[in-house]
């Protein structure tokens, strides 16, 4: 692996990011670098950027009030962090940050990441971006205050340690970051499971509208942007959905849709082995993991799911491609 401290060597300035509507994983390593950065290398300026729009439950972490939200003009960094980016267009307003830099790394666990910084830890087999950055870090400087985000980046990106991307490491990095004294019952339970009435009640909406087609190996759902007017939520409050849907006995993928704008939706995909939705998440100019990808598509909704559900097809070729709606 890299090697953080000869990264940091002669670093006066440190600039460090997420993607685009950043989620647990985002969130919590970049804050976990974040304070690790506070906290052993106090010389340093650092900076977090991540654009305003994650769940309130996030805020417990230590100095969440310090990260930078409106992306001010200033000098370049002297090395500029992307974690849990898996191209630069997922940098958002950061991109330019990060082209300025002189010392420019990426730490991330995305299949579809080719490397685009000058310095790259892509570990696909990661659980997690947190993963990676705690492991980067050591057993040996992980405090309380560093351990709290990186345990919810990984129990986000892992689903509590139930996907696929669990490995015993992944499980060995959650026993350190819990030997730390966190309340991780509480972190699972505030930022991963617990739900409003109006989240639980689009949750039931999504279930109630969902298809299932060739033959019940496929399913989707789709929630307008009428539906969360009707219940005072935004996109961020849809976490979630998607694996429900996933867990529906027979079916090999799941795909929930939202609607950005008229005739634009962004995807979101769950695979539960047979099927690489990364490869159709790329198909469409996204990407992410084998079985956890996603995309935005623009067109009339009918267009949009007949073009996701034929690139599934080509994957599980022997479905009829029969639809039917559930009860």
Do not use: W
Request: charged residues 20%; hydrophobic residues 35%.
């Amino acid at each position: 692996m890299i090697g953080l401290d000869s990264i940091l060597d002669g670093v006066s300035t440190a600039g460090i990011c997420g993607h685009v509507k950043p989620d647990g994983d985002a969130y919590g390593s970049c804050m976990g670098l974040y304070l690790f950065l506070k906290t052993y290398y106090p010389h340093i300026r650092a900076r977090v950027y991540l654009e305003d729009n994650y769940p309130e439950s996030f805020r417990f972490v230590s100095c969440s009030e310090e990260i930078i939200h409106d992306y001010p003009k200033e000098e370049a960094h002297d090395v500029f962090f992307a974690l849990d980016c898996s191209d630069l267009m997922r940098l958002g307003q950061s991109l330019g940050y990060f082209q300025a830099a002189k010392k420019q790394v990426v730490i991330d666990h995305h299949i579809s990441n080719s490397g685009f910084g000058m310095i790259n830890e892509i570990q696909p087999d990661a659980s997690s971006t947190s993963e990676l950055i705690a492991l980067l870090i050591g057993q040996d400087r992980i405090t309380k205050q560093i351990a709290e985000p990186l345990y919810m980046g990984i129990v986000h990106d892992s689903g509590v340690f139930r996907y696929s991307c669990t490995s015993s490491r992944t499980m060995a990095v959650a026993g350190i970051l819990m030997d730390t004294g966190i309340d991780f019952p509480k972190i699972c339970d505030e930022t991963f499971f617990l739900k409003s009435h109006h989240q639980n009640q689009i949750l039931g909406k999504a279930l109630m509208d969902s298809v299932l087609m060739m033959d019940g190996r496929l399913i989707y759902s789709v929630v307008r942007q009428s539906d969360l007017e009707f219940y005072h939520l935004g996109t961020k409050d849809l976490d979630g959905i998607v694996q429900q849907l996933r867990v529906t006995r027979g079916v090999e993928v799941a795909l929930f849709l939202y609607e950005i704008s008229p005739n634009e939706y962004k995807v979101s995909m769950r695979s539960n082995g047979h099927v690489d939705v990364a490869r159709i998440g790329l198909h469409f100019s996204g990407g992410g993991h084998v079985r956890a990808a996603g995309c935005n598509m623009e067109g009339s909704l009918s267009d949009v799911i007949d073009s996701l559900v034929s690139q599934v097809e080509k994957q599980l070729p022997q479905a009829e491609g029969r639809r039917k709606e559930t009860c």
